[in-house]
């Protein structure tokens, strides 16, 4: 099996801007619900996620910047406005699935199915060539390789599912932390792992996300200067629900609760300093001569 060791790391471009990702889910799509909550009624949910990402696609109009926003097929079904408006703002879309199911919990057919599904309907709701893929709660985790192959053939050119730490339920802590080639047979793929400080010998994930809702903010803002003077683009992340603290609260164990509600009220403004701070802009823009796209119209960086 071809593995990670056939890796080709991007070099260093001083002053290239970061990456800025959002993962557009719902509240009640969350892997930590999967067990309180049926997909078959998700349609039963109020839904918050065209209000929440209207928010933050207003926020990112005012700075004058562009995102990825890896989307969920199931929300670009039964929300396909939200869709449109993402890329008639001059964003890319690109997929998180189909069903927000872990890859390394499904049967090669089963992927490839989810990564079918959603690029179709993303394509036709964007008018964009879906180009970019990230895993569910970072699931392609080591021994599942077989996935970069798979996005390869059907037609992806880059993958941001790979968060280079040792974590119990996900983690590919042998991965680069900054951007690099996987050589599969399949192809070449370009690989955008999520952002990490490096501190005392240990590699601290702080990527956004949860990270920025539950770390100190310093610990985030250390990350990503620290790979800008390394000229490392570092990838960030966000799902729509993270700064909503109205969202319904949902039955959970102790530990879920604590990592899904907790600091809510905080993630805005974190957000909000982070981007007065920092330079960002879309996957597609920064690396355009990787993925040989013509970049979506609209935003300005």
Same mark, same amino acid.
């Given at each position: /099996?071809?593995?990670?060791?056939?890796?080709r790391?991007?070099?260093?471009?001083?002053? %290239?801007?970061h990456?800025?990702?959002?993962?557009?889910?719902?509240?009640?799509?969350?892997?930590a619900?999967?067990?309180?909550?049926?997909?078959?009624?998700?349609?039963s949910?109020?839904?918050?996620?065209?209000?929440?990402?209207?928010?933050?696609?207003?926020?990112?109009?005012e700075?004058?910047v562009?995102?990825?926003?890896?989307?969920?097929g199931?929300?670009?079904?039964?929300?396909?406005?939200?869709?449109?408006?993402?890329?008639?703002?001059?964003?890319?879309?690109?997929?998180? *699935?189909?069903?927000h199911?872990?890859?390394?919990?499904l049967?090669?057919e089963e992927?490839r199915?989810?990564?079918?599904?959603?690029?179709?309907?993303?394509?036709?709701?964007?008018g964009?060539? &879906?180009?970019?893929?990230?895993?569910?709660?970072?699931?392609?985790?080591p021994?599942h390789?077989?996935a970069?192959?798979?996005?390869?053939?059907?037609?992806?050119r880059?993958?941001?599912?790979l968060?280079?730490?040792?974590?119990p339920?996900?983690?590919?802590?042998?991965?680069?932390?900054?951007?690099f080639?996987?050589?599969?047979?399949?192809?070449?793929?370009l690989e955008?792992?999520?952002?990490?400080?490096?501190?005392?010998?240990?590699?601290?994930?702080?990527?956004?996300?949860?990270?920025?809702?539950q770390?100190p903010?310093?610990?985030?803002?250390r990350?990503?200067?620290?790979?800008?003077? %390394? *000229?490392?683009?570092a /990838?960030?992340?966000?799902?729509?629900?993270?700064?909503?603290?109205?969202?319904?609260?949902?039955? &959970?164990?102790?530990?879920?609760?604590?990592?899904?509600? *907790?600091?809510?009220?905080r993630?805005?403004?974190? /957000?909000?300093?982070?981007?007065?701070?920092?330079?960002?802009?879309?996957?597609?823009?920064?690396?355009?001569?990787?993925?040989?796209?013509?970049?979506?119209?609209g935003?300005?960086?």
């Amino acid at each position: /099996m071809t593995s990670l060791l056939t890796r080709r790391i991007l070099p260093p471009t001083p002053g %290239a801007p970061h990456i800025f990702s959002v993962d557009v889910e719902d509240y009640f799509q969350v892997v930590a619900f999967e067990g309180i909550v049926d997909r078959a009624r998700w349609s039963s949910y109020d839904s918050r996620v065209e209000a929440n990402t209207d928010r933050l696609l207003g926020l990112l109009a005012e700075r004058g910047v562009s995102g990825t926003f890896f989307t969920l097929g199931w929300v670009a079904e039964h929300h396909p406005g939200i869709v449109r408006r993402i890329a008639a703002q001059g964003h890319e879309v690109a997929s998180h *699935g189909h069903w927000h199911r872990r890859v390394n919990t499904l049967s090669r057919e089963e992927f490839r199915e989810e990564l079918r599904a959603s690029k179709a309907r993303l394509e036709a709701l964007s008018g964009q060539p &879906c180009l970019g893929f990230r895993a569910p709660s970072f699931s392609i985790t080591p021994g599942h390789e077989w996935a970069f192959d798979l996005l390869l053939e059907e037609g992806f050119r880059y993958d941001s599912s790979l968060f280079p730490i040792r974590r119990p339920d996900y983690g590919y802590p042998s991965a680069p932390a900054s951007p690099f080639l996987i050589d599969r047979p399949a192809g070449t793929l370009l690989e955008l792992p999520l952002a990490t400080l490096r501190w005392l010998g240990l590699r601290l994930p702080a990527a956004g996300g949860g990270y920025l809702r539950q770390f100190p903010t310093g610990l985030i803002r250390r990350a990503f200067r620290q790979a800008g003077d %390394a *000229g490392i683009s570092a /990838m960030f992340y966000i799902h729509p629900w993270e700064y909503d603290a109205q969202q319904p609260r949902l039955p &959970c164990g102790r530990v879920t609760r604590l990592r899904h509600y *907790g600091n809510l009220g905080r993630t805005w403004s974190r /957000m909000q300093s982070l981007l007065a701070e920092f330079s960002f802009t879309s996957v597609v823009r920064r690396y355009p001569e990787w993925l040989g796209q013509v970049t979506p119209a609209g935003a300005a960086q």
